[in-house]
Every structure is written in C-alpha cells, then in structure tokens.
C-alpha cells in the first residue's frame, strides 16, 4: 500500500453525517424495544436533569453536575449494558415534568421503578410519595408513617438518597420546629420547588 | 467493572464505520434499513459479549452477515443492479462509490472493511469468514481494479 495520501482511500475513510441520524434513529426506535434502559439530559428550571428510564418505569433522576459516565456504567454493571440516549424514550416523564415546572401538574403518574428501593428507605419513600402537593411533613411524621416513630434521623438520610427527587418529593419534608433541613439539590433547589408548588395553590 | 459499556458508546464510536461499510456494500438507499437490523441484532447479543472484545470487528462482522443477506435477497427479487443507485445519489466521491459499487461482494467488502471499518487483515479475515491470506487478495484486487476504473 502507497503511503501518500490516496484518494481513493480517502473517500472510503471520509466520515458521513448520515451516520449520526441513522445512529439516533436506531436509539429512539430501541428505546421503544429492544433496550432495557434508556436516558436523556433535560433542561429545568432547576438546571439539567438526567433521567434515566427502564420497562418498569422512571430509575434515577439526577441534578447537574452528574457524573453521567459513572452513572451508566454502574446501572450497566447493577442492570443491564443494553443503554442507549432517547429523549422520546422519556417523553412521558419529561412531559410530566415540564408539566409540573409550570405549576400545571400536582400529581406524577408516569411509572417509577422501585425494584431497588427496599427496606426502611422503600417505606419512608412510600410514605413521602403520600404528601399532598404543596404541603409539609415532618421527619418525625415520615418516620411515623414508615412505621418507626424514632428513627426521624434515618428517615432524612433515606430521604438523602432518594434515587428519584422531585418525582417522589422529598422536597416537602422539613424539621417538626420548622427548619428546612436538607436536600438531595441544595436548599436553593429545595426552596424552588416549594415556591413553585405554593404558587400554584 | 466486569460488564462492556453502555450500548449507547458502541453505537456512538462505531456507527460511523458501520455506515460507511454498509453504505458501500449495499448502497446509500438500502444502508439505512442494514445499519438498523445490525444494530438491533448486535443489541440483543450485547449483554453477552466479553468484555475484551473489539467492538469494533464484533459490530462490521455484524454488518457484513447483514450486507450479505441484504444482496442475496436483493438478487432473489431481482431489483435495480448496485451501481445505479448509488450514482443517483449525488456526492463529491461519487465515482469512487460507484467503482466501489461494481467490485465483486467479496473484494468490495475487502475493501470497505480495510478503509471503511478500518480493520487489520486478520480481523477482515474473521469478518468474511475466510483465511487471511485470501482476505489480504481480496482486498489487493479490489484495490487494483479500484485503480484501473478510476
């Protein structure tokens, strides 16, 4: 083979931009079959969120800045390597959502997959999920709720790692004294969403 | 980590080279519809491929079963010969394409699996499911009657 430049080689190594569309065509299409999990970057008032789904529903929903390669790689390891970027495969989260944003939606019925949330973390979410739209609940009463009146310590640390804020709104649970306490986001986040959901009362 | 990537990193670091194989091997109209059902087959089998493997051979020896079946049955319905639609397609290399076009299905894929897909002879070999000295012909023919046409 000639080491100058050959045309001919060079048009068969030439890169198509067809390749990219044929390449997201295929994503969209395995996201409706043939993948198991599927993710997309969206917009927010609360800046970029990662969602990523699966057939059984919603599985992590993550604020920027996320680490997006450490998050697929440990759902390829945990889950399945089968993963590919649709935001059409997401559109009825991202609908609900932006849906929400806008103060037009109170309740989220797009699927969440829970398969793994167990334990005490599963009851306490469960019981967060109950919280009517634009009100507050105590540690202690989630606690309660999750059948361990004592544990309102536990019960914010569960609330910490929520795999799926806002959708699941930890957001509404807050010291008994009334001290905001903590979130997944930061305050700023946290204070946002209550704002939002106190406007459209 | 004991797992391949997410399927997604396959599909962004080698559709080009997938594209531009099956682009040449079937034409720019039926290429479409071959890199679909190469990604949806290598899709299936993802979960189960080591981790060591070159992706990138794994996916044109893909393509390649999928090229061929494309042109089997292609001939079977005996539709437009190659040539023709890939000249009705307007591009700057268009005569390199339509020449790529007219070389017989073994040499072509020679050809497009060494500069498309850009594999090493050995791994061309495993593609077609030939010996490597046979690959490394093919592709040598291809090449000069490439030159010839041109």
């Not at chain 1, 914010?156 to 790692?161: E, Q, S, T, V, Y």
């Not at chain 2, 990193?9 to 109209?29: F, T």
């Not at chain 2, 893909?62 to 023709?84: N, Q, S, T, V």
């Amino acid at each position: 083979m000639s080491s100058t430049p050959d045309p001919i080689e060079t048009a068969l190594r030439s890169s198509a931009g067809e390749a990219t569309a044929a390449a997201r065509r295929f994503a969209d299409r395995a996201a409706r079959r043939g993948a198991d999990l599927f993710y997309a970057e969206e917009a927010s008032p609360l800046g970029a969120l990662l969602l990523v789904a699966g057939r059984r529903g919603l599985i992590a929903l993550r604020y920027a800045p996320v680490d997006v390669e450490a998050t697929l790689a440990e759902l390829a390891e945990r889950r399945s390597p089968r993963i590919v970027e649709s935001a059409a495969g997401l559109d009825p989260w991202r609908r609900e959502l932006s849906e929400y944003f806008e103060g037009a939606r109170r309740r989220f019925e797009a699927p969440l997959d829970w398969r793994d949330i167990a334990g005490f973390r599963r009851r306490v979410l469960r019981a967060t999920v109950a919280i009517p739209y634009g009100e507050l609940e105590s540690y202690k009463a989630v606690a309660r709720k999750a059948g361990s009146p004592d544990a309102a310590r536990a019960a914010g640390n569960a609330l910490g790692a929520n795999p799926l804020p806002i959708v699941i709104p930890c957001h509404r649970v807050r010291h008994a004294g009334g001290g905001l306490g903590g979130y997944t986001g930061g305050l700023e986040r946290k204070r946002l969403l209550l704002a939002i959901e106190s406007d459209a009362r | 980590m004991t797992t391949v990537p997410p399927f997604q990193r396959a599909l962004e670091a080698h559709g080009d080279a997938v594209w531009r194989y099956l682009r040449g091997m079937v034409g720019a109209g039926a290429a479409d519809d071959c890199f679909q059902e190469t990604f949806l087959a290598a899709l299936r089998a993802y979960p189960r491929l080591h981790r060591e493997s070159n992706l990138r051979a794994w996916l044109l020896t893909i393509a390649h079963r999928k090229a061929i079946d494309h042109l089997r049955r292609r001939r079977r319905d005996a539709l437009e010969p190659l040539g023709e639609e890939i000249e009705a397609k307007p591009q700057g290399d268009g005569a390199i394409w339509s020449a790529v076009a007219t070389l017989p299905p073994r040499q072509r894929a020679a050809v497009l699996l060494r500069y498309g897909g850009d594999l090493a002879h050995r791994e061309i070999a495993a593609a077609i499911g030939c010996s490597e000295e046979a690959a490394r012909r093919s592709l040598h023919e291809g090449l000069k009657r490439l030159r010839e046409t041109l």
